[in-house]
């Protein structure tokens, strides 16, 4: 679930329906074009991916640095798996060497049309997400 603020995301953690939520459970993310992977859970990352792509695309933020550290490849793999079945994303693939290589995904995303829902006041995504 996302809660947008400003220029902040706030990214809430749900595991199980009816858990307590925590401060540990909120986590604030610049809206900035790059989304650094590393703290968050394997399962976290789809739907927050999702979220972050069209909440940069909504900003008209359009080149994005995805951030998932190199490992065995499943997170980069994951990532990927996202951005190919996201609307709006033009193309993305891994990012040179002086782009963090292949730690990292480099993301181009399409413009928003007129009327599309591009915020031109980023408060008023928060309306948009109820």
Known sequence: MVEVVASLVCWIRTDAPGAKMTDDDIVELAIDGTL??????????PSLVEDYVRECRAR?????????????GTLRR???????????????????????GWGATLVTL????????????PDASNARRG
């Open 36 to 45: 650094d992977l590393h703290t968050f859970r394997p399962r976290e990352v």
């Open 110 to 121: 399409e413009p928003l049309e007129d009327g599309e829902g591009k915020l031109d006041d």
């Open 60 to 72: 008209g933020i359009l080149e994005l640095r995805i951030v998932h550290g190199k490992g065995t």
């Open 78 to 100: 994951t990532v990927h798996a996202v951005l190919g079945r996201l609307e709006g994303v033009r193309e993305y693939g891994l990012a040179g060497g002086s782009g963090g």
